[in-house]
Nanobody, 121 residues
Framework: QVQLVESGGGLVQTGGSLRLSCAAS????????MGWYRQAPGKERELVAV???????NYVDSVKGRFTISRDNAKYTMYLQMNSLKPEDTAVYYC???????????????WGQGTLVTVSS
């Protein structure tokens, strides 16, 4: 069983910073792409940022220049450094891992339970 656990959410004022972490655990051989998604109240879940196993990154336009995604492959951990936060960044942030190779030879897609980020104006 593979699990993703997010941490680092909370309440911050406009212009502040937060750092989210996502730790994968279980019988993992390797992980391909990892990403952060978010879902604001009344809205659909959207992709925020992704990072490949080789470190290639992509961001949604609304967070470019403010958010930085990174990962530590040795620790199966991913991070999202969020700076210059805005009220519109308020959402539940979810960690996602695609192409999680397990010892049986299967590949999984795994989601975390989510962590709430609230940016006050």
């Amino acid at each position: 069983q593979v699990q993703l656990v997010e941490s680092g959410g909370g309440l911050v004022q406009t212009g502040g910073s937060l750092r989210l972490s996502c730790a994968a655990s279980g019988s993992i051989v390797s992980i391909n792409a990892m990403g952060w998604y978010r879902q604001a109240p009344g809205k659909e879940r959207e992709l925020v940022a992704v990072i490949s196993s080789g470190g290639t990154t992509n961001y949604v336009d609304s967070v470019k220049g403010r958010f930085t995604i990174s990962r530590d492959n040795a620790k199966y951990t991913m991070y999202l450094q969020m700076n210059s936060l805005k009220p519109e960044d308020t959402a539940v942030y979810y960690c996602n891992a695609k192409g999680v190779a397990i010892p049986s030879g299967a590949y999984l897609e795994v989601w975390g339970q989510g962590t709430l980020v609230t940016v006050s104006s």
